[in-house]
Structure formats: structure tokens, C-alpha cells
């Protein structure tokens, strides 16, 4: 399965993006899907996920300000980000997990910036 991130970009403080993953490969319709960024020098940190049948997470810190949605006639996976705030900026990326743990290589990301 190969993922193509989009949809980053630079934003201002309180505004919004809305991220996708598209998948080619393999449906995702059965995958357990995640959301991670990771900001240079440090790890990569889980942000969101969402289960086969609709059930979702967050992390702490984007709890309330995100919201993830999957889409499997497009086989594609969103992240909804509002309210973004200067700590945000990343680069994004998604991925299925399987066996606890990043299931296929990693996309190129989609780089989100926010700051006045």
C-alpha cells in the first residue's frame, strides 16, 4: 500500500486545514488508520486514529480541535484540523496499523505551518 498525503500548508493561528491520505495498493476499508506528525528532531507522534467501523482517538493535545474521517469508496482517510495553533506545525502523515505497530512504509507527508 503506497500513501499520498496533501492538503498541508501555512496557516495562521485559529485557522483551519483539512488533510487527506489517499491509498493505492490495497482498500483500506479493513485497516485501522492513523494520523501521526512529527516535527524535525523529534519522534514521530500519533495525533489520531480511526477503526474500521467508524470509532475514533485523539491525542490529547489535538482532542476537541480535530476530527478524523475515513471515506472508503475513495479510499482515502481526512483529518479535520480547526482552531490550529503555532505547536501544530508538522509534517503529517498517515498509515494503517497492524500488529500494534505502523503497518506499510511511509508517505512523503504533508507539511502543515501555522504561525502569524
Known amino acids: 500500500v503506497q500513501f499520498v498525503e496533501s492538503g498541508g500548508g501555512l496557516v495562521q493561528p485559529g485557522g483551519s486545514l483539512r488533510l487527506s491520505c489517499a491509498a493505492s495498493?490495497?482498500?483500506?476499508?479493513?485497516?485501522?488508520m492513523e494520523w501521526y506528525r512529527q516535527v524535525p528532531g523529534k519522534q514521530r507522534e500519533l495525533v489520531a486514529s480511526?477503526?474500521?467501523?467508524?470509532?475514533?482517538n485523539y491525542a490529547d493535545s489535538v482532542k476537541n480541535r480535530c476530527t478524523i474521517s475515513r471515506d472508503n469508496a475513495k479510499n482515502t482517510v481526512y483529518l479535520q484540523m480547526d482552531s490550529l495553533k503555532p505547536e501544530d506545525t508538522a509534517v503529517y502523515y498517515c498509515?494503517?496499523?497492524?500488529?500494534?505497530?505502523?503497518?506499510?512504509?511511509w508517505g512523503q507527508g504533508t507539511p502543515v505551518s501555522v504561525s502569524s
Open positions: 498509515n494503517a496499523r497492524g500488529n500494534g505497530e505502523p503497518l506499510f512504509s
Open positions: 495498493g490495497s482498500s483500506l476499508r479493513l485497516y485501522y
Open positions: 480511526i477503526s474500521p467501523s467508524g470509532r475514533t
